[in-house]
């Protein structure tokens, strides 16, 4: 890695000087919590099935294609916005990813019949798959290289903690509110999640490569700054 008295980084040596520290830890938690946030959208809806087909007594086929829509929906986003985001930066899509599957999360509970609510479903996919690279991208490009595999696997983990959070939240809403209520609290966490992604700032690589030279230094300075780490650099090449 280059000395630290060298005005002239690439990105790369850029992370390493600035290394691991309370950004990023803060980032992975941001991140986390919107993987947990997903993985109940995903695992919830076959805790709710059993209670919609009664209420509306569908048929196998029709419990099937609500259940199957969210995966489709996922295949959809994660192509749409793994692609949209190399265009548009990786905040935008950090942020609507989670504001999507909330919103039609919380709009599935007032579906008032099963095409509406398969529809909704796929639509809360389309965030949910969107959420998964996005996020992966965001986190990975602020990671330095030795620390980058362990907490990507990290952060990786907080999509078995949503499913526990999942199962446990079903146990208890279901038999005492139904459905419905189950499906609007899920979305809760996505919610809130949303408002804390508008501070975290777009990623300095992507804004490297797009040639904005100032505002990616100014992020990484400001990365430095809250790891305690002195940051001299003038300029920066990818």
Known sequence: MAETTTREWTFDEAIQHIGFGRFQRKLMIICG????????EVLLISFALPAVIREWGLSKAQAGFI????FLGMLAGAWFWGTISDYIGRKTGFQATVLIDSVFGFLSALSPNYLVLALLRGLTGFGVGGTLPVDYSIFAEYLPTEKRGR???YLESFWA???IVAAGLAWLVVPRFGWRVLLAISALPGLIVYFIRRYVPESPRYLLVEGRQDEALAVLREVATENGVEFPVERLRV
């Not at 919590?33 to 109940?40: E, K, L, Y």
């Not at 259940?67 to 969210?70: D, K, M, R, W, Y």
């Open 33 to 40: 919590v919107g993987w947990a946030a997903d993985a109940m």
């Open 67 to 70: 259940g199957t829509a969210i």
């Open 151 to 153: 907490y990507l696997v």
């Open 161 to 163: 903690l949503g499913t």
